[in-house]
């Protein structure tokens, strides 16, 4: 998942420095303060107190599979198709890693289950991280930093590049954060992975389309010049049933 910027003993020194200390650092500190970057963009995209609000997200990963989340108690379900066109359905919770899973209609004993809920885990970890990137800027485990501005499409963006102390099931990625200084939404992301090469170059997706689900902005669209994901299915709600994490039946229009 650059370079960091910084506001990098005689009479004239000390008129100089006098000279400075009369110019004005608000406005410089405000546009590489990455905290305060961070801040900003959350409040864009609700603020804290909606983002705490915020307890059930459903939505398609690229079309390759259905996710629903409980954020509050951790329960989750993952449905889609093996490619050899199985269905498969997870029923587990992701913070006690414990769940059923069910193949063909068929429930899964002990061994072959413990390999799908580590596929399920991986599967959270990666898709909701595509889905809400910009809502964990701060997380524990995060180094955050500003990587200076660039300019794209006559838009000015502030960057924010993301490392991590152990976190994650690849923690030696590094991410990149273009915050439009305009609006304080992240319109696109970059990101090296830590098993590439050290030539190659970080691979960039535009999230586009941001709009407001429940009490939160979300975008429901990655973009780049080959091709255009989708996440589809996006919603927020207050309720579910509980059926929807504890039944192997599809859910119904919710």
Same mark, same amino acid.
């Given at each position: ?30 546009? %590489? ?5 961070? #801040?900003? %963009?959350? +409040?864009?995209?609700? !603020? ?14 690229? !079309?390759?599979?259905? *996710? *629903? ?11 889609g ?23 063909? !209609?068929e ?9 799908w ?22 997380d ?5 930093s ?8 006559g ?8 490392t991590?102390?152990?976190? !994650? ?15 304080g939404?992240?319109d696109?992301w ?6 590439w090469? +050290?030539?190659r #170059?970080?691979?960039q ?6 709009? %407001? ?12 010049? +080959? ?5 589809? #299915? ?12 504890t039944s ?5 229009? #919710?």
């Amino acid at each position: 998942m650059p370079k960091n910027s910084s506001h990098h003993s005689r009479p004239a020194a000390v008129v100089l420095v006098l000279a400075f200390a009369f110019i004005p650092a608000a406005s410089a500190d405000h546009h %590489t303060d990455a905290n305060r970057i961070a #801040e900003r %963009t959350l +409040e864009a995209m609700g !603020g804290q107190e909606a983002w705490d609000a915020t307890r059930f997200i459903r939505f398609n990963f690229f !079309g390759f599979r259905l *996710h *629903h989340w409980d954020r509050y108690t951790g329960r989750h379900r993952l449905e889609g198709q093996t490619r050899e066109g199985e269905a498969y359905v997870v029923l587990h919770n992701i913070k006690t890693r414990e769940g059923d899973v069910y193949l063909n !209609g068929e429930k899964l004993d002990d061994e072959k289950k413990a390999e799908w809920l580590e596929r399920a885990y991986g599967a959270w970890i990666n898709d909701t991280y595509w889905l809400l990137m910009p809502y964990k800027l701060r997380d524990p485990g995060v180094n955050l930093s500003y990587d200076g501005e660039e300019k794209i499409d006559g838009k000015v963006y502030d960057k924010l590049k993301l490392t991590f102390d152990g976190v !994650g099931l690849t923690p030696g990625d590094t991410y990149w954060a273009y915050i439009n200084r305009e609006t304080g939404l992240m319109d696109r992301w970059a990101y090296f992975l830590q098993n590439w090469e +050290e030539d190659r #170059e970080p691979t960039q997706w535009q999230w586009v389309d941001w709009q %407001t689900y429940g009490r939160i902005k979300l975008s429901p669209l990655r973009k780049n010049p +080959e091709r255009e994901a989708p996440l589809g #299915e996006l919603a927020v709600f207050d309720h579910l049933p509980d059926e929807v994490f504890t039944s192997m039946k599809s859910p119904g229009g #919710e």
